[in-house]
Nanobody
Framework: QVQLVESGGGLVQAGGSLRLSCAAS????????MNWYRQTPGKQRELVAI??????????NYADFKKGRFTISRDNAKNTVYLQMNSLKAEDTAVYYC???????????WGQGTQVTVSS
């Protein structure tokens, strides 16, 4: 079965960096668009970034990308998608989820999430 396992979360001071990883198994990774979402208590899960099967990227907050705060990437040889997060702010505190989109069916698989806490 499809499994997405996130790692790399933790506690970091404001201004610091983290790199989240999501290792996928049970699917043909190169055929899937991959996403990072985040969610804080009481709020809806929100999209952070997407990387398509051919490597194109898009960000919910383009300004964050331009400032180099968030960068999504993938390594198809390792079946892994990454989210590099720099200059972290307290408002980036959330549970970060990896998701895989089946290009044919549109079905979305989810990981279990990894907690990111940014202390100010």
């Amino acid at each position: 079965q499809v499994q997405l396992v996130e790692s790399g979360g933790g506690l970091v001071q404001a201004g610091g960096s983290l790199r989240l990883s999501c290792a996928a198994s049970g699917l043909t990774f190169g055929n899937y668009h991959m996403n990072w979402y985040r969610q804080t208590p009481g709020k809806q899960r929100e999209l952070v970034a997407i990387i398509t099967s051919d490597g194109s990227t898009n960000y919910a907050n383009y300004a964050d990308f331009k400032k180099g705060r968030f960068t999504i990437s993938r390594d198809n040889a390792k079946n892994t998608v990454y989210l590099q997060m720099n200059s972290l702010k307290a408002e980036d505190t959330a549970v970060y989820y990896c998701a895989a989109d089946d290009r044919i069916s549109g079905y979305k698989y989810w990981g279990q999430g990894t907690q990111v806490t940014v202390s100010s």
